[in-house]
């Protein structure tokens, strides 16, 4: 999720704070050796497989905190340090040595604040890290568990990739896991050179924007980031935002609102692939662009273009290893539908609509912010979950859904309304 996390239509996270923040925690850390802190097998044992949870395009896995657990956490490339998003684990798990800190200079509100500790031991599978520095907050004001409709406690990336050899199966949602030193060359695998900087991976891809202009693009691989790609500056300036596009709001920074448009590049390579017509968001420039400062970049590369490969992350080596899998050439599709939703109630099964973008199918048929979704084609919301609702809106342009909607300030269900909300394609 690099320091942005876009809240795209219908695919909304709060990365952008996320990443703006952990940024600030870096240097307030910055004085803490945390280079030394790896996860390291229990035993003789070389490898693991462990499964992953995959929700709304977040790979979630399952830690254990200071030997209590487990705890659902995104496993996050674009995350250069431990942050625990939920402050009920400070209790729960007993965390010790917590500093208080304030972060300002984001906006108009009040200070971020947040503790840092560097004492938490974490474990995965037969793995542990002892004595990992982490950042917890003293409010969820990211709330990454209404996203993904189910607990997500925080975020794991550079203590994870960097500990291990990490081959990643996305047809089968599974790790394997392999000590750094074990020799292991995935000889089916295509090699793409990584470029570790600032705690993360960096690469190289050449795209062609919709002029025919050709960029050999520095991107971050962000395996947090939903969206395929976003291109944020072009050598300082911002790039031509495609005459086809959807202008709206593409999430919320520390700064507030990122305002934006998604549109669509022709083509972009991942190593020796091609992948064509792939959705792009171009943030505004003021709003992401000219606030890059730590590493030159251009832009990020999201999972919705590392899932169409079955992959190895070699962090020691500077290596992402690829294989196609059987979805590398799906059509990239955005949210059809217009609205973005989040979980909602104590089990988060209830489905709330937190924006519509206008002219969309959404809003031509009257739906509204803070309106109820109680069934879609008659089955109610709580027997699906927010990949299954992700995926229909996304599905097919000119497909129908019948939805079930209480409207916003209803309170009885005879105030139940139905609605006919047909999916239009808009780029």
Known sequence: MYNQLYQWTGSSVKACMIKSFIVMICFVLSATDTTAQKFEFTGRRKKEIVAFKMVKNLMIIKLMVNGKGPFN??????????????????????????????????????????????????????????GLSA????????????????????LIGYEFFSSFIVRINFSLNTLTIYRPETVYIPRKGYRVSLMIEDRKPYLISHIQLTSGEKIAA???????AGHP????????????????NIAGNLGIGLTGPISGYISRVKS?????????????AFPDYDDVGAKVYSVSRNGNMGITVLRR??????????????????????????????????????????ILISRVEPGSSADE??????????AINF?????????????????????????????NGSKSLRDKQRVILTLKRRI
């Open 73 to 130: 956490f995104v496993l996050d490339t674009g995350v250069g340090l431990f942050l625990i998003s939920d402050p009920a684990l400070i209790d729960s798990v007993s965390i010790k040595n917590l500093r208080s800190i304030n972060i300002s200079g984001f906006g108009d509100g009040e200070p971020l604040s947040a503790y840092i500790t560097p004492s938490i031991d974490v474990g995965f599978g037969s793995t542990n890290a002892k």
């Open 135 to 154: 950042a917890i907050l003293k409010q969820d004001i990211f709330e990454l568990s209404s996203y993904v409709g189910m607990p997500v406690h925080g």
């Open 218 to 224: 520095k991107l971050i691989l962000d395996t947090g």
């Open 229 to 244: 790609i976003s291109l944020e500056t072009n050598g300082g300036v911002p790039f031509e935002v495609p005459e086809v």
């Open 268 to 280: 972009l390579t991942l190593g020796k692939y091609t992948l064509n017509d792939v959705i792009t």
């Open 309 to 350: 490969f079955n992959v190895v992350f070699d962090y020691n080596e500077s290596a992402l290893y690829i294989k196609p899998g059987a979805v590398l050439n799906e059509p990239f599709e955005h949210d059809m539908s217009g609205m973005e939703l989040t979980s909602a109630g104590d089990n988060f099964e209830r």
């Open 365 to 374: 048929v009257g739906l509204r912010k803070d309106d109820e979704i109680l």
């Open 379 to 407: 089955k109610p919301v709580f027997e699906m979950n927010a990949t299954e609702i992700d995926n229909m809106f996304r599905s097919k342009s000119d497909r129908s859904f019948i939805l079930d909607v209480l409207p």
